[in-house]
């Protein structure tokens, strides 16, 4: 029933309803792309599992022990729910499809998480990449098979071409694994391990899927003029993607794991076509009767030149091109390099005028990196795909070579071994390019052994490393026991009066009890628990109320507590003869105390006194440089200038993640050296940094740190993958010419 005014919503459907064999059929990819995608998200819980066992038994640390333990826990109780709410979703979404719907109401929401991030908090943020990443990932490399699977469906069902998301795109698995996986109960770290294993399996098992929906609709005789196009794995052909670090440092493996992914292949393509609208018409193209020169042509001639590597990187292109349209005798000919050719020279050029002048690899590398030129070149003309595929020989080979560079420094690598390895590398990698259809497979080789060069070093520093950070983390634990202590102490006597034999323990061995205590066996033990009575209940037995109203109490427990005092100050090293004396005082003060108050109920004698925090004169002083210590005015000042203010310099300091590279320079030495941040204290504000070696190089106040900061004696070294920041920055140059052109 209806009138003018009422609109039947169930009788509004954006498409017909499917029949019985369309239902059925579209039922059969769903049941085989639900049950493989559920199996991937099993297999990852399980690798999960053995990961987090396996990094609760690596750390020393007791704390983030539990804290892995706890996730273990946790994970092991509610992955089944979590494994069922990602299958129902998926089979969900296959329903809303069937009826012309889309589970994802944002299709934009997983893209646009970087546009969100200024929205979020930190926690929120890493959590919203990774999820990003598994979007990502999913879609790589199934375009033309998801697309074919896309068509089947829609002219299974019927369908118009829509805008509504077939249930195996990245974005939609990526936002049903959202749901499925935000109230699982673990920690952010426990959680990045588990979306970085989900990452690989769902991938994986996405692209199962639609080849075998695709399998399924064409023997069932849907669209079967579609070739069946093989998947390109996402294991083989990854998103680009910075190669990883060879540190084995978890904070950048955990770094690699969320960070935002580029399709380079897509940016080339944009360099492309602003090189093309930026140059002149060819000769060609005017009808000037020159003669193109094609890239197999082109490819040839290389093969007859070498690269002109002592020109400076701007000059590469022109010189490139006039020995390329020159002939044997160095006269100009009547041939024109071809728009493809052009822009193949322009895109290198420009990508190696950016490493020129990148600051994050230091001159010498920046050189030695120069003569792959020609090879990148030669590969782009080959139609290599040198920027579609993160796992290009030539391309992974810079990114490695450019890793070990970007901590290189004459200082760490005093015999030129380090430096000779990445000459040597990028000198094989040029020889091998120019054996045409096997360059691919001889780069590669080349690559491997870069990497097994770069494992044995990091070997060798990994030990050292870990001694300096070892040795940082029990200086930390020192102090914390030692604040620990003396507030414990602190807050035990702050109202009670003591005699000064009290007093005089509580400062000392029992003090020093406390922090043996706590460093050793931590705040959740049973032993810090007794240390903590036994100071508790020495205080208490010297509080005259006590023995007035809790006399028969108070002489029971005087066995206990004197037994606890000198299990206590055995502890710490004290002799038996010194124990005996100290117990035999305290006996005394005890007849003492007992004395005062039968002569005068109430009372407490005058040479007890009040001791607060104020008042422990042996208590240490923190063991740390105070973070008010501000840098000279004339430092601010000139920061003031670069826009970089000491507040900011601090919390730059303060966020700085352990494994992040910086360059540290001294003006007085005229050197420079590269270092890697391993130790980060808010407890005693301090940053260790060690070179490529291991070795330890600078232990720093925070407030040193950020003064440097300011005044550019230390600098961050970015450590973004090469060939996204080189595309990067050449789009951004083109797009800006070509802004200054129009303006003009």
């Given at each position: 029933?209806?009138?003018?005014n009422?609109?039947d919503l169930q009788?509004?459907?954006?498409?017909p309803?499917?029949?019985?064999?369309?239902?059925r059929?579209v039922a059969?990819?769903?049941?085989?792309?639900a049950n493989g995608?559920?199996?991937?998200?099993?297999?990852?819980?399980?690798e999960?599992?053995d990961t987090l066992?396996e990094?609760s038994?690596k750390?020393?640390d007791g704390t983030l022990k539990q804290?892995?333990?706890?996730?273990?826990?946790?994970l092991r109780r509610t992955r089944?729910?979590?494994t069922?709410?990602?299958d129902a979703?998926v089979?969900g979404?296959f329903?809303l499809f069937l009826?012309?719907r889309?589970?994802h109401?944002?299709a934009s929401r997983?893209?646009?998480?970087?546009?969100?991030l200024?929205?979020?908090?930190?926690?929120?943020?890493?959590?919203g990449?990774?999820i990003?990443?598994?979007a990502?990932?999913?879609d790589?490399?199934?375009?033309r098979p998801?697309?074919?699977?896309?068509r089947?469906l829609q002219?299974l069902?019927?369908?118009?071409?829509?805008?509504?998301?077939?249930?195996?795109?990245?974005?939609v698995?990526?936002?049903?694994?959202?749901?499925?996986?935000?109230?699982?109960?673990i920690g952010?770290e426990?959680?990045l391990?588990?979306l970085?294993?989900?990452e690989?399996h769902?991938?994986d098992?996405?692209?199962?899927?639609?080849q075998?929906?695709n399998?399924l609709l064409?023997?069932?005789g849907v669209?079967p003029?579609l070739?069946?196009?093989?998947?390109?794995?996402?294991g083989?052909?990854?998103?680009?993607a910075?190669?990883?670090?060879?540190t084995?440092d978890?904070?950048?493996?955990?770094a690699?794991a969320?960070?935002?992914?580029?399709?380079?292949g897509a940016?080339a393509n944009?360099i492309?076509k602003l090189?093309t609208?930026s140059?002149p018409r060819s000769a060609i193209?005017?009808?000037?009767?020159?003669?193109?020169?094609?890239?197999a042509a082109?490819?040839?001639?290389?093969?007859?030149?070498?690269d002109p590597?002592t020109?400076e990187s701007?000059?590469?292109g022109?010189?490139?091109?006039r020995m390329?349209?020159?002939?044997?005798?160095?006269k100009p000919?009547?041939?024109?390099l071809s728009?493809?050719v052009?822009?193949a020279?322009?895109?290198?050029?420009?990508?190696?005028?950016f490493?020129a002048?990148?600051e994050?690899?230091p001159k010498?590398?920046?050189q030695?990196?120069t003569?792959?030129?020609?090879?990148?070149?030669?590969t782009?003309l080959r139609g290599?795909?040198?920027?579609d595929?993160?796992?290009?020989p030539l391309?992974a080979?810079?990114?490695?070579?450019?890793?070990v560079?970007r901590s290189?420094?004459?200082?760490?690598d005093?015999?030129?071994?380090?430096?000779e390895q990445?000459?040597s590398a990028v000198?094989a990698?040029v020889?091998e390019?120019?054996?045409g259809?096997?360059?691919?497979t001889?780069?590669?080789?080349?690559h491997?052994?870069?990497?097994a060069?770069?494992?044995n070093?990091?070997?060798?520093a990994?030990?050292?490393?870990?001694?300096?950070?070892e040795?940082?983390?029990?200086?930390e634990?020192r102090?914390?026991?030692?604040?620990?202590?003396?507030?414990?102490?602190?807050?035990?006597?702050?109202?009670t009066?003591v005699?000064?034999?009290v007093g005089t323990l509580?400062?000392g061995?029992?003090?020093?009890?406390?922090?043996?205590i706590?460093?050793?066996?931590?705040e959740?033990?049973?032993?810090?628990?007794?240390?903590?009575?036994?100071?508790?209940d020495l205080v208490?037995?010297?509080?005259?109320?006590?023995?007035?109203?809790e006399r028969s109490?108070?002489?029971?427990?005087?066995p206990t507590?004197?037994?606890?005092?000198?299990?206590a100050l055995?502890s710490?090293?004290m002799h038996?003869?010194?124990?005996d004396?100290?117990?035999?005082?305290?006996?005394n003060?005890?007849?003492?105390?007992?004395?005062?108050?039968e002569?005068?109920p109430?009372?407490?004698?005058?040479?007890?006194?009040?001791?607060?925090?104020?008042?422990?004169?042996?208590a240490p002083p923190?063991?740390?440089e105070?973070?008010?210590e501000a840098p000279?005015?004339?430092?601010?000042e000139k920061?003031a200038d670069?826009?970089i203010?000491?507040?900011?310099?601090?919390?730059?300091?303060?966020?700085?993640?352990?494994g992040?590279?910086?360059e540290?320079?001294?003006p007085?030495k005229g050197?420079s050296?590269r270092?890697?941040?391993?130790?980060?204290?808010a407890?005693t504000?301090?940053s260790?940094?060690?070179?490529?070696?291991?070795q330890?190089?600078?232990?720093?106040a925070?407030h040193?740190?950020?003064?440097d900061?300011m005044?550019?004696?230390?600098?961050t070294?970015d450590?973004?993958?090469?060939f996204?920041r080189?595309?990067v920055?050449?789009k951004r140059?083109?797009?800006?010419?070509q802004a200054?052109s129009?303006a003009?």
């Amino acid at each position: 029933m209806s009138n003018g005014n009422i609109v039947d919503l169930q009788a509004r459907r954006t498409s017909p309803e499917p029949g019985d064999l369309a239902q059925r059929l579209v039922a059969g990819v769903r049941d085989v792309a639900a049950n493989g995608l559920k199996t991937a998200l099993q297999q990852a819980f399980t690798e999960v599992d053995d990961t987090l066992f396996e990094m609760s038994e690596k750390t020393n640390d007791g704390t983030l022990k539990q804290l892995y333990f706890d996730d273990l826990r946790s994970l092991r109780r509610t992955r089944d729910g979590a494994t069922d709410r990602f299958d129902a979703a998926v089979r969900g979404a296959f329903s809303l499809f069937l009826h012309g719907r889309s589970m994802h109401k944002d299709a934009s929401r997983v893209d646009s998480t970087a546009d969100e991030l200024s929205l979020v908090d930190e926690s929120e943020l890493e959590l919203g990449l990774a999820i990003t990443r598994i979007a990502t990932r999913c879609d790589d490399g199934v375009g033309r098979p998801r697309l074919e699977l896309t068509r089947r469906l829609q002219h299974l069902l019927q369908r118009a071409e829509s805008d509504t998301l077939i249930p195996l795109s990245g974005s939609v698995l990526a936002e049903a694994l959202r749901a499925a996986l935000s109230s699982l109960p673990i920690g952010l770290e426990s959680r990045l391990v588990l979306l970085k294993r989900i990452e690989r399996h769902i991938a994986d098992a996405t692209a199962d899927a639609i080849q075998d929906g695709n399998k399924l609709l064409f023997e069932a005789g849907v669209l079967p003029e579609l070739k069946l196009t093989h998947v390109r794995r996402a294991g083989a052909d990854p998103a680009p993607a910075p190669v990883a670090p060879a540190t084995g440092d978890p904070n950048n493996a955990m770094a690699s794991a969320i960070a935002p992914q580029i399709d380079l292949g897509a940016l080339a393509n944009e360099i492309t076509k602003l090189l093309t609208a930026s140059r002149p018409r060819s000769a060609i193209a005017e009808g000037g009767g020159a003669v193109e020169l094609d890239a197999a042509a082109v490819e040839r001639r290389l093969g007859q030149i070498s690269d002109p590597g002592t020109v400076e990187s701007e000059q590469f292109g022109a010189d490139l091109r006039r020995m390329l349209t020159t002939d044997a005798n160095g006269k100009p000919g009547n041939g024109v390099l071809s728009e493809q050719v052009e822009n193949a020279i322009d895109l290198v050029s420009l990508m190696f005028d950016f490493v020129a002048r990148d600051e994050s690899l230091p001159k010498e590398v920046q050189q030695a990196l120069t003569p792959l030129r020609v090879p990148l070149l030669r590969t782009a003309l080959r139609g290599g795909h040198v920027f579609d595929r993160s796992d290009h020989p030539l391309r992974a080979l810079m990114e490695s070579a450019a890793e070990v560079g970007r901590s290189w420094s004459p200082n760490s690598d005093r015999d030129g071994r380090v430096l000779e390895q990445i000459k040597s590398a990028v000198a094989a990698a040029v020889s091998e390019s120019d054996s045409g259809t096997t360059a691919d497979t001889g780069v590669d080789r080349v690559h491997q052994d870069l990497r097994a060069f770069m494992a044995n070093e990091q070997k060798r520093a990994q030990l050292l490393e870990k001694r300096s950070a070892e040795a940082a983390q029990a200086q930390e634990r020192r102090l914390s026991a030692q604040r620990t202590s003396q507030q414990v102490i602190a807050e035990v006597v702050e109202h009670t009066p003591v005699p000064p034999v009290v007093g005089t323990l509580l400062n000392g061995p029992l003090r020093r009890h406390l922090e043996l205590i706590l460093t050793r066996r931590g705040e959740d033990s049973k032993d810090w628990k007794s240390a903590r009575k036994l100071v508790r209940d020495l205080v208490w037995s010297f509080d005259p109320v006590t023995i007035e109203v809790e006399r028969s109490h108070w002489q029971a427990m005087l066995p206990t507590i004197v037994s606890a005092m000198r299990g206590a100050l055995s502890s710490v090293g004290m002799h038996d003869n010194d124990i005996d004396g100290v117990v035999q005082e305290f006996r005394n003060r005890y007849k003492d105390l007992l004395g005062a108050i039968e002569a005068k109920p109430g009372s407490s004698p005058e040479s007890f006194e009040r001791i607060g925090a104020e008042h422990l004169p042996d208590a240490p002083p923190p063991q740390v440089e105070a973070e008010a210590e501000a840098p000279p005015q004339d430092v601010v000042e000139k920061a003031a200038d670069a826009g970089i203010t000491y507040s900011d310099a601090l919390n730059r300091v303060r966020t700085m993640a352990n494994g992040q590279w910086v360059e540290i320079s001294d003006p007085q030495k005229g050197e420079s050296q590269r270092a890697k941040l391993i130790w980060n204290s808010a407890t005693t504000q301090r940053s260790l940094f060690v070179n490529r070696n291991g070795q330890l190089v600078a232990d720093l106040a925070w407030h040193r740190v950020a003064t440097d900061i300011m005044i550019g004696h230390i600098k961050t070294v970015d450590q973004g993958p090469l060939f996204e920041r080189a595309l990067v920055a050449v789009k951004r140059r083109l797009v800006d010419a070509q802004a200054t052109s129009r303006a003009a």
